[in-house]
């Protein structure tokens, strides 16, 4: 994935190795997998190589966190397919929003509706991935890092 990531920014290794501020050999371990890549450097690798998808993929692979709670990002998708993938999934949860009022509403999730809130978990996390694969698009047009912090500032 990372080595994938340098050749598609065109740089060799010892150039990617001097902008990330680590060894030839480092970035030969991270690339190959024989040391465990620190979150900070795949941050770097991110920014350096102009690859917008590349932290959600690691997080979704290497991150213990991030394996069980982050999506795997789709190889080939584009905004356009990735925004009326949102719309669908849109759609699909305001369909159950009336089954999701009637469960929650008095704030216990009874055991015969466990079924049922399980099937509008299934649309809420098919939702949230279309909206991690809109964000992902919109990287490679906007710095949503600097939004993320924007954000986290005012909250």
């Known amino acids: 994935m990372f080595k994938e990531a340098r050749n598609q920014a065109g740089m060799s290794r010892d150039e990617a190795a001097f902008r990330l501020h ?8 991270y690339e190959h997998g024989f040391t465990v890549t620190p979150p900070e450097i795949a941050l770097k690798m991110q920014k350096v190589y102009r690859d917008p998808t590349l932290t959600a993929r690691y997080c979704s692979n290497y991150c213990p966190i991030g394996q069980i709670f982050a999506h ?4 080939h998708n584009n905004l356009c397919q990735a925004v009326l993938g949102l719309l669908k999934e849109q759609n699909d949860v305001e369909q159950i929003r009336t089954k999701l009022i009637e469960i929650t509403a008095d704030g216990i999730v ?8 399980e099937l509008v978990m299934e ?5 949230e991935k279309k909206i991690e694969e809109v964000k992902l698009q919109a990287a490679s047009i ?6 993320m912090r ?5 909250a």
């Open 123 to 127: 649309e809420l996390l098919d939702l």
């Open 150 to 154: 924007k954000r986290k500032k005012t």
């Open 142 to 147: 906007l710095s949503i890092p600097d939004m």
């Open 72 to 75: 795997q990002v789709p190889e």
């Open 110 to 117: 009874e055991q015969n509706e466990l079924p049922a809130f």
């Open 22 to 29: 680590i060894g030839s050999r480092t970035l030969t371990n």
